[in-house]
Nanobody, 125 residues
Framework: VQLQASGGGLVQAGESLRLSCTAS????????MGWFRQAPGKEREFVAA????????NYADSVKGRFTISKNNGKSTVYLQMNNLKPEDTAVYYCAADESMRVGPPLNIYEFDYWGQGTQVTVSS
């Protein structure tokens, strides 16, 4: 499985971006998906996740109410809509896939089986 993330860029605080992550293969419908981010000098941290059914989601407290994760099985793509961006959102964003078909969204970094290459998001103040 290959994951290709895109949509990053440079924006000002308060603006929006939508990240996309497209998966190869035909099993996307059975993947739970997640987004993580890593800022310079910091560990990779959880941002958002969606269950393989698309029926449940979870968010880091720092992005709740601003970010929305969604999944389009027909396009084998997961999205991260990011609104009201803040300078502290600056990081490389990674998408990841969990093939276990667990109940509920995957949350732990170790629950993901495949990772994309990352896309840079920079928010200026």
């Amino acid at each position: 499985v290959q994951l290709q993330a895109s949509g990053g860029g440079l924006v000002q605080a308060g603006e929006s971006l939508r990240l996309s992550c497209t998966a190869s293969g035909r099993a996307f419908v059975s993947y739970g998906m997640g987004w993580f981010r890593q800022a310079p000098g910091k560990e990779r941290e959880f941002v958002a996740a969606i269950s393989w059914t698309g029926g449940s989601t979870n968010y880091a407290d720092s992005v709740k109410g601003r970010f929305t994760i969604s999944k389009n099985n027909g396009k084998s793509t997961v999205y991260l809509q990011m609104n009201n961006l803040k300078p502290e959102d600056t990081a490389v964003y990674y998408c990841a896939a969990d093939e276990s078909m667990r109940v509920g969204p995957p949350l732990n970094i170790y629950e993901f089986d495949y990772w994309g290459q990352g896309t840079q998001v920079t928010v200026s103040s």
